[in-house]
């Protein structure tokens, strides 16, 4: 018998039975099982959804207490450095590369947001994407920062206008430092800590 799209009603009529027979209390327990849910049936692998075996849990808890776990992002980098990066010459463009590693029971991952921290963000359409662990295969992403266009004094824009060091010639620049931050999220909505890295951006 169909219990919706919610669960499958699977004791109703040996709960009825054993009520007739005045076992209140496995009538009580059995009662649990009414509308046990599926968990588990469904793993993302290789671009698709692929079918498991049925796992039935009358708590209503995925896996029997599974943890949920956060996304993680790491290996964030820009032009291939972790962090310090300069642009001269008034500005230029950078590539931004970052890993993803999600638990296999929350893929596909379904999106993320990257701040480049000028004010101008790029957001992934919400969909199912392939994790990348692989610090060999990273996401790339590229952006162009231009010193002039920059204002730190706008509320979406990260940065900070400076004065930067020239450590070959000693000599001072007008200068704006700013943090690139992505954070994503996977196919359980769960969103992991925001990873950042830094860049400098002369006049």
């Known amino acids: 018998?169909?219990?919706?799209?919610?669960?499958?009603?699977?004791?109703?009529?040996?709960?009825?039975?054993?009520?007739?027979?005045?076992?209140?209390?496995?009538?009580?327990?059995?009662?649990?099982?009414?509308?046990?849910?599926?968990y588990g049936i469904w793993e993302w692998q290789n671009d698709r959804y692929h079918k498991l075996p049925d796992y039935w849990d009358d708590t209503g808890v995925p896996y029997g207490g599974y943890n949920i776990q956060a996304p993680q992002i790491n290996n964030v980098k820009i032009d291939n450095k972790t962090t310090g990066k300069i642009i001269k010459g008034g500005g230029g463009t950078v590539e931004f590369s970052f890993t993803t590693d999600i638990a296999d029971e929350q893929l596909p991952l379904h999106t993320y947001t990257i701040?480049?921290?000028?004010?101008?963000?790029?957001?992934?359409?919400q969909g199912n994407y392939q994790e990348r662990p692989n610090p060999n295969d990273p996401h790339l992403y590229y952006h162009t920062y231009a010193y002039d266009l920059m204002n730190c004094g706008d509320p979406t824009a990260r940065c900070q206008d400076t004065q930067c060091l020239d450590p070959d010639t000693g000599e001072k620049h007008k200068c704006k430092i700013l943090n690139i931050t992505v954070e994503v999220t996977d196919n359980w909505y769960k969103t992991s800590t925001a990873q950042s890295a830094q860049i400098t951006v002369w006049e």
Do not use: H, T
């Open 115 to 125: 701040d480049w921290g000028d004010g101008k963000k790029y957001i992934l359409p």
């Open 1 to 38: 018998m169909s219990g919706g799209s919610g669960g499958v009603c699977v004791g109703a009529p040996e709960v009825k039975k054993q009520v007739n027979n005045k076992d209140v209390d496995f009538a009580q327990k059995s009662l649990r099982y009414l509308f046990a849910k599926s």
